[in-house]
């Protein structure tokens, strides 16, 4: 069997096991759905009048607000899920089952592979999941071309991609999976402070460049012109930019760390 068969058979199976661990183990990722799916039913419902009020000079309505809304949420919700890696490749650090797939005879990548490739599914089906909510209270995208939908999609993954890897290398220094969890809380705090729920324009004026010049915003911009048909100027350059940024720098700084650990 080739190095490369023999890669992607580990890597299939590695895939399969934690499949596995998140069905068996759903509260995990079942909090961190809840959680954008809460936000966004609270900032709609409860606070949707007053943050509509801070749209198109103040005229704009609630289903305004909520077209504005569902795309940050989108990403939101990939932070959150992607925390979950974090806990799960701190659980097989620390608990030895990493010592026990060095003494089998499977692809030493594979490993890794298999907590990625899970990870971004399981974050873009959230995803999904939060867009289903989305479209229930509301959100439309009609002004959207087929292209546009897949670039959307594109995007989404490509995002997942990158907060996966720097998830997992956040796993991978962690002592325990409660410090996994503190680690990772960045994945969840930055949407907060990004251009999710109001427009950078309408932050106070030494807050600006925090909500500007970090990953979500751009790609926050970047996924409501899609939808929205809205204009998305560099934020799109902006956005790949730093998921391919962050995609390299999470598979350098994971595989070093774990080639050290099981070297």
Request: proline share 4%; charged share 10%; aromatic share 10%.
């Amino acid at each position: 069997m080739s190095s490369l068969s023999l890669a992607v058979r580990d890597s299939a199976t590695m895939l399969r096991r934690n499949l596995l661990h998140a069905r068996r183990y759903p509260s995990l990722t079942l909090n961190l759905l809840l959680t954008p799916i809460f936000l966004l039913l609270l900032f709609v419902y409860i606070f949707g009048d007053v943050m509509s009020a801070g749209l198109g000079g103040g005229h704009a309505d609630r289903g305004e607000y909520i077209a504005y809304l569902v795309p940050g949420i989108l990403l939101m919700t990939i932070g959150g899920t992607t925390v979950g890696a974090a806990v799960s490749v701190s659980n097989d650090m620390t608990e030895g089952i990493i010592d026990r797939f060095r003494t089998m005879a499977i692809h030493r990548g594979s490993v890794l592979i298999g907590h990625v490739v899970g990870s971004v599914l399981q974050a873009v089906l959230s995803a999904v999941l939060v867009g289903a909510v989305g479209v229930a209270i509301g959100f439309r995208s009609t002004d959207a071309t087929v292209l546009e939908w897949l670039a959307a999609f594109g995007l989404v993954t490509l995002f997942a991609l990158a907060l996966t890897w720097i998830a997992v290398g956040l796993g991978m220094i962690s002592p325990s999976a409660e410090a996994a969890s503190n680690n990772a809380l960045p994945l969840i705090f930055l949407p907060l402070v990004s251009s999710t729920f109001v427009p950078v324009e309408a932050m106070p004026g030494w807050f600006q460049p925090i909500a500007e010049y970090q990953p979500f915003t751009p790609a926050i911009e970047t996924l409501r012109g899609l939808l929205l048909g809205s204009g998305i100027g560099n934020n799109g350059w902006l956005a790949v930019a730093w998921c391919l940024g962050l995609t390299v720098f999470g598979y350098f700084w994971a595989k070093s760390v774990f080639d050290r650990h099981a070297g």
